[in-house]
C-alpha cells in the first residue's frame, strides 16, 4: 500500500502536476490523521471495556465481603443485647421483672455479665485493600461511593465507642473482681475440675447491694447501649452498599 502511495506521488511530480499532487498530500495527511483516531478510539473503548470488566469484579468482591460482614455485625448486636439484658436483670432495674435474688445468680452468669465484653468489629477487607491500591476509583456510581464515606465513619465512631468501653472496664469494672468477690469460684465455669468446696460463696445480693458495684455495672450499662446504637448505624450502613451494589450490578 505505502509503495502505491509513493508511485503516485512520483507520477504527479514528473508530470509537474503540483496542484494535483497537493492535493493528493492533503487528502493522504486526512487518511493518516482517520487512521490514528480510529486507532485511538478503538483504544479507548478496549480501556472502558477492561475498566468495567474490573470494575464489576470490583463490586462482587464487595457485595460477597460486606454481605458477610453483615451477618457479622448481626451476630455482634445480638450479643450486646444479650450483655445489656443480663446487666439489667442482675441490676434488677428492669421494669418488666423483678429483683435478681440471690438464688437467680451463679457465679458463671455474675462473671457474664461483669466479665464479658465484645470488642470485634465487622471484616470489611475488601473495602480497605481497594483503597489502599486506590481501586476504588474505578466505581463510578457516585453513591457507591458516597456510602462508602459513610460507612467508615460509622465504624470509626463505633471502634471510638469500643476503645472507650474497653478502656474503662479495664481500668475500673474489672476492679470489681479484685476487690468485691471471691474470684475463684468465678474460675470454676471456665475449669471445671477445680474444687472450691472450701472457698467462701459469694453473697450476691450483698454485693449488688454496694453502690459502688452498682455504679461501674451502671457504666457499662451506659457504654454498652452507646455500643448497641453505633453498631446498629453501621448495620444500617452496610445494608445500604450491599442494596446499592446489588442493584448496580443488575443494571450492568
Do not use: C
Not at 78 to 98: M, R, T
Request: aromatic share 8%; net charge negative; hydrophobic share 40%.
Amino acid at each position: 500500500m505505502i509503495k502505491f502511495f509513493r508511485r503516485i506521488r512520483q507520477k504527479l511530480l514528473q508530470q509537474n502536476r503540483f496542484s494535483k499532487y497537493l492535493l493528493y498530500a492533503i487528502g493522504e495527511i486526512v487518511l493518516v490523521v482517520i487512521g490514528i483516531l480510529i486507532a485511538l478510539q478503538i483504544n479507548n473503548w478496549n480501556e472502558r471495556r477492561k475498566a468495567a470488566i474490573e470494575e464489576k469484579e470490583i463490586l462482587e468482591n464487595l457485595y460477597e465481603n460486606l454481605t458477610l460482614a453483615g451477618q457479622q455485625s448481626e451476630s455482634l448486636i445480638a450479643q450486646e443485647k444479650e450483655l445489656k439484658q443480663l446487666l439489667i436483670d442482675i441490676l434488677g432495674i428492669d421494669s418488666k421483672k423483678g429483683v435478681f435474688g440471690q438464688n437467680d445468680l451463679s457465679d458463671a452468669l455474675f462473671k457474664q455479665a461483669v466479665w464479658d465484653l465484645q470488642s470485634n468489629l465487622p471484616v470489611v477487607n475488601s473495602y480497605f485493600n481497594l483503597k489502599n491500591t486506590n481501586k476504588l476509583s474505578l466505581i463510578r456510581n457516585k453513591e457507591i461511593n458516597e456510602s462508602f464515606t459513610d460507612f467508615e465513619y460509622r465504624l470509626k465512631k463505633l471502634n471510638d465507642a469500643l476503645e472507650d468501653r474497653l478502656s474503662v472496664h479495664q481500668i475500673r469494672i474489672d476492679d470489681v473482681f479484685e476487690k468485691d468477690i471471691n474470684f475463684l469460684l468465678l474460675v470454676k465455669s471456665n475449669i471445671p475440675e477445680i474444687n472450691v468446696s472450701n472457698e467462701n460463696p459469694n453473697d450476691y445480693s450483698k454485693i449488688l447491694s454496694n453502690q459502688r458495684v452498682r455504679n461501674l455495672l451502671g457504666m457499662k450499662l451506659d457504654f454498652t447501649q452507646d455500643v448497641i446504637d453505633y453498631r446498629e448505624e453501621l448495620d444500617n450502613a452496610i445494608n445500604g452498599l450491599i442494596a446499592l451494589i446489588a442493584s448496580e450490578l443488575r443494571d450492568e
